[in-house]
């Protein structure tokens, strides 16, 4: 098998960190090599939060070079233009259709852009979903993650059942059962 490489891109607290452990268990479940490298900005204040897990026969480094991400997954939309440019030609962006404003934007000294989701879908193959609206009816906005988590799965090698064991054997026990009802209203969407 060819290396996979997928990049998960949000902000502090959108459970980026959470996703990419998610992934890499489920990539060494498959007796694949993997490697997880994260990049911590600002993270506690908003700032970006990068995860890269790349898995395959044999994987010799963490770091997904530009234009080499087969799978884009963000957490905000602002986040997915930031890092557009590490996804291949034919690669595929899962988008949380939901707006974070950076402290730039707060502060007056940038205008967050327009459009941001019709600049995607013209330079790739685009999902957007509103994971946040999706896990509020669940009754856990935390879950939204997962609810994105659960659109991609449909662009990876594994099947709903594997997901769904690494996920429960994964997340908090006690929020075990709303986040597999997470995942498959993502998995359903798609």
Sequence with gaps: METKNIMIVGV????????SRILGKLAINAKYDVKLSEVHGMA?????????V????NVAEPIVEAGQADVLI????LEALRYLHF??????IIVNDQRI???TVVTGAAEYPEGILDTLKAAHTTYAIDAMAEAKKLGNSKTFNIVVLG???????????DWLEVIA??????TVDINLKAFEIGWNHA
Excluded: C, N
């Design 87 to 92: 996804l291949k030609k034919d690669g595929v």
């Design 74 to 77: 963000a957490f905000e939309r």
């Design 169 to 174: 054997s994964t997340v908090p026990p006690k």
């Design 44 to 52: 506690q204040r908003g700032g970006s939060v990068v995860t890269f």
């Design 54 to 57: 790349r898995y395959g026969k």
């Design 12 to 19: 502090g607290g959108q459970g980026t960190l959470l996703t």
């Design 101 to 103: 404003d950076p402290i």
């Design 151 to 161: 659109m991609a799965a449909q662009h990876m090698d594994y099947s709903k059942e």
